[in-house]
């Protein structure tokens, strides 16, 4: 594995404020969360596949309107047909026994599988970009790997296998905490001896004293771990721009 099964730990953390400016559409069955200049969609659309908190949590409908201020249309999709997990479950709640095994990519893929062929669709962008939170950065390089998106940006992943790190046919972008049972050093190490390996076009970086999920379920009255957040939502950005400039807009 490149990184580890979900655990507990991918549903711990805290509820940020403040008002979403998107709106929740149904498109053949599958709710979103839809945010920016819908005119933006041909040319640049950004696609978040999210942490098992799921598409209505404020927390990433915030992030996902920040992503639409740099330039993209933005969309959430529910991959776990309204049954997303509970954030801070309850000691009796195992994450991995009670609640994965409704979720397993052999159930969330086609759901994967079936958003990107309406976006193709729908909208048929020039850039298609991917960003994977915890569970959803496997589908982002799955994604990857099989060119239906052409840059991912991935934060503390989670179930990764190594094979899929292999296939990657574009520039990826890995945000990594360093406190994290799920993408502990070890993986990290051998997730960046393959990128090495098969040249991959790759950034990584590891963010001082925050642990598994800060990117989006942080504690941002902790002024590090605020930093780190804001700090790999930049980085993103950039790594999206980027990429775009070096490698699509020839």
Not at 126 to 142: I, N, Q, S
Not at 227 to 238: H, W
């Amino acid at each position: 594995m490149a990184s580890n099964p979900p655990a507990n730990c991918c549903a711990q953390g805290f509820k940020h404020t403040g008002v979403a400016s998107g709106k929740i559409v149904d498109y053949e069955g599958i709710k979103y969360y839809v945010t920016g200049d819908e005119s933006l969609a041909s040319s640049k659309l950004h696609l978040i596949l999210t942490d098992v908190i799921g598409y209505s949590f404020i927390n990433i409908q915030l992030i996902a309107d920040e992503y639409a201020k740099t330039g993209y249309f933005v969309v959430i999709p529910d991959l776990f047909s309204d049954d997303s997990a509970p954030l801070n479950p309850p000691a009796t709640f195992n994450l991995f026994n009670d609640w994965f095994p409704k979720h397993t990519p052999e159930i969330t893929q086609p759901i994967v599988d079936k958003v990107v062929e309406l976006i193709r669709s729908k909208w048929n962008p020039e850039y298609l970009v991917a960003t994977g939170f915890c569970f959803g950065a496997k589908y982002a390089v799955r994604l990857l790997g099989a060119g239906k998106v052409q840059t991912v940006a991935i934060f503390h992943p989670s179930f990764v296998s190594i094979d899929e790190v292999k296939a990657i046919k574009g520039p990826l972008y890995i945000g990594a905490s360093e406190v994290d049972t799920i993408f502990p050093a070890n993986l990290r190490r051998d997730t960046e001896d393959v990128l090495k390996e098969i040249g991959a076009k790759y950034r990584l970086t590891l963010n001082h004293g925050v642990a598994h999920g800060f990117s989006v379920r942080g504690d941002v009255s902790d002024p590090w771990i605020k930093y780190a957040k804001e700090r790999v939502f930049a980085d993103a950005v950039d790594w999206f721009r980027i990429s775009y400039e070096i490698e699509y807009k020839k």
